[in-house]
């Protein structure tokens, strides 16, 4: 029989709820939101942002995954690595025996058609994809909409001829996957029989460095010293974006159409600015008569992350507060960027776990520009303390209700 691929769960959504609601929710968490978002206890007043916590995607990830388990009673089911970025909820799936194919000792090349793989919510690169199909696994494919959403605008883009710029992390397991379909896109242009490209950019500096080579031509003058000088471009150009772009990429060709995409969580003010970088630059190096031929662009934000961003900002310009804390893996790319949001107007804690609150003098946290964890002192003010607090798309409830008992333990001794 043919390796089957589940896209819509497996029927079983009624058998794990409880295990679910008893791993991840709070009625702590509820009551507050009935509470009108505010937390108020002693000296402490907690202040939630209104949307915050698992989005619609990893709700049915995770929701999937446990299905899994629970159908393929008999079966190694495997995940080809984390679901979500967050260490609680990954932790949690491996205590119901389900093992990441990213863990030391475990390898593709032991599975057979008798496993099962979950594919998780930021989705697998098509050569991935197929490494499995070829082992014959059964999948349980939870790739969100969303992503799917993005998969459908790059396809597009290469079956046009047009190179994909992708606002993400070039290192990223969603935007890998994403890179993956740009390029593969390409091969059902009509005749073509080339694969699409893609070029990754990280921010707006990075972003303001490929507008600067569409802006200036390259092929107007072939003397000598100009072309020594335009290779020296080239390769600088190269060496900066080198693991960001396609096999095969050439920065004198494949920018001379270019549709705009973004990872799903990247921050969402950023992605429109770059998205209109580039529109400016296509204007100015091709002309108006030519824009609609070179230069498209897609939002493909997804709701959860915009949902979560305007939240946080709207409660940081609602409410006054002393300090913010955001709850998260520190590789959720979603949640890194709510802490930098917030980060730009108070002090803010990016903190991974409940235990991260040491005590009333000590965090331990991510500050906002650093790869490191650290800990610090004298977070916590004296007297009355107002904190705002949010959470990643991958944290669930009962972490936050977790930080918010700490909390209220350290400021209320
Ligand atoms: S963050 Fe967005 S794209 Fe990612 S799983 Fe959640 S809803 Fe889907």
Redesign the pocket.
């Known amino acids: 029989m043919p390796p089957l691929i589940f896209r819509k769960g497996l029927n079983l959504k009624h058998e794990v709820a409880h295990v679910l609601a008893e791993s991840y929710h709070s009625d702590l968490v509820t009551r507050i939101k009935d509470d009108g978002y505010r937390y108020e206890s002693g000296r402490l007043t907690v202040h939630l942002a209104r949307e915050f916590g698992f ?4 709700d ?2 995770v929701d999937y995954a446990y299905q899994a388990r629970r159908k393929f009673g008999d079966r190694q089911v495997f995940l080809t690595g984390e679901i ?1 970025h967050n260490p609680h909820v990954n932790e949690q799936l491996r205590a119901q025996g389900i093992r990441f194919l990213s863990d030391p000792g475990e390898t593709m090349d032991a599975l057979s058609p008798a496993d099962v793989v979950i594919l998780p ?2 989705g697998i690169s098509i050569e991935l994809l197929e490494q499995l199909q070829d082992r014959g696994c059964d999948l349980v494919d939870t790739t ?4 799917l959403n ?1 998969w459908k605008n790059v396809k597009r883009y290469a079956d046009d001829g047009f190179t994909s710029i992708i606002h993400g992390k070039y290192w990223h397991e ?1 935007t890998r996957a994403t890179a993956s379909q740009a390029r593969r896109g390409g091969t059902l242009r009509p005749g073509s029989g080339q694969d699409g490209h893609y070029l990754v950019v990280l921010d707006k500096t990075e972003a303001a460095q490929v507008c600067d080579y569409i802006r200036r031509p390259h092929d107007s003058d072939a003397s000598a010293p100009s072309t020594a000088l335009r290779a020296g471009r080239r390769a600088a150009f190269m060496t900066v974006f080198e693991h960001a772009v396609s096999a095969g990429f050439d920065p004198d060709v494949h920018l001379e159409r270019v549709g705009c995409a973004n990872q ?2 990247m921050l969402s003010s950023e992605s429109l600015e770059i998205g209109e970088m580039f529109r400016a630059a296509m204007r100015e190096r091709y002309g108006d008569a030519e824009l609609a031929s070179r230069f498209r662009a897609f939002d493909t934000i ?4 915009q949902d979560r961003q305007d939240a946080v900002i709207a409660l940081l310009a609602e409410q006054p507060l002393d300090l913010m804390l955001v709850i998260g893996g520190y590789n959720s790319s ?1 949640t890194f960027n709510l802490a930098r949001i917030c980060a730009e107007s108070l002090p803010t804690f990016h903190i991974a776990e409940p235990a991260a609150l040491i005590s009333a003098t000590e965090i331990r946290h991510r500050p906002v520009g650093s790869t490191q964890e650290t800990t610090v002192g004298r977070w916590l003010p004296d007297g009355p303390v107002r904190i705002g607090l949010t959470s990643g ?2 944290t669930p409830d009962n972490l936050v209700d977790q930080v918010i008992g700490r909390l209220d333990a350290l400021a209320n001794p």
């Open positions: 989005c619609y995607g990893v049915r990830a979500i919510a930021f969100c909409g969303s992503v993005v969603e799903t969580t997804c709701s959860a992350t979603n798309a991958s």
